[in-house]
């Protein structure tokens, strides 16, 4: 019963930075587990960052130290920022949604484009 909506990506230079967000509607925001996946052409799907309801988050080894997930419960956002971005990281971001509570099924964005490029 939620959408999710991704907006931000786009072309940026190698070791530039970049904030994508994931608005959502139609539910209550604060009870969903989130993150962000990418997938690059050819390649499966990979988590990338995840946040869930208490606020304890989750970084794929390749994002440590460059990339941030953080929520606004009362904007019903969740946010991903991207620094020193490498053109490996080019790829369709995603946002995903979890509820806490049962049934926990994955809800899913229709995807960002990011490409990092000189």
């Known amino acids: 019963q939620v959408q999710l909506v991704e907006s931000g990506g786009g072309l940026v230079q190698p070791g530039g930075s970049l904030r994508l967000s994931c608005a959502a509607s139609g539910s209550i925001f604060s009870i969903y587990d989130l993150g962000w996946y990418r997938q690059a052409p050819g390649k499966q799907r990979e988590l990338v960052a995840s946040i869930t309801t208490g606020g304890s988050t989750n970084y794929a080894d390749s994002g440590k130290g460059r990339f941030t997930i953080s929520r606004d419960n009362a904007k019903s956002t969740v946010y991903l920022q991207m620094n020193s971005l490498k053109p490996e990281d080019t790829a369709v971001y995603y946002c995903?949604?979890?509820?806490?509570?049962?049934?926990?099924?994955?809800?899913w964005g229709q995807g960002t484009q990011v490409t990092v490029s000189s």
């Open positions: 995903n949604a979890v509820p806490y509570y049962p049934p926990r099924r994955d809800y």
